[in-house]
């Protein structure tokens, strides 16, 4: 779990703060260039995903957010 914080703050992307309810652990934080890349990143998924919800009814995105759901549920269970 480490490494998944330390590439991203090698990079510039992250940062570690002191956390203060517990001083040996860490809070890790997005930097204004790891904000920067998040919404770059929103944006590229929203140009896909928003066409398809909007080709979808109600009905099913709701259905399709149920399945996940479930999904998720079950993959917490294991």
Do not use: Y
């Not at 991203?8 to 703060?17: Q, S, T």
Request: charged share 30%; glycine share 4%.
């Amino acid at each position: 779990m480490q490494r998944l914080a330390n590439d991203p703050a090698a990079d510039g992307l992250v940062e570690f703060i002191d956390k203060p309810a517990h001083r040996k652990s860490k809070l890790v934080w997005l930097t204004p260039k790891g904000e920067a890349a998040f919404e770059e990143i929103s944006e590229r998924i929203a140009q896909w995903t928003d066409p398809l919800a909007r080709s979808m009814g109600a009905s099913e995105l709701r259905a399709a957010a149920q399945v996940l759901r479930q999904i998720r549920q079950r993959v917490e269970e294991t």
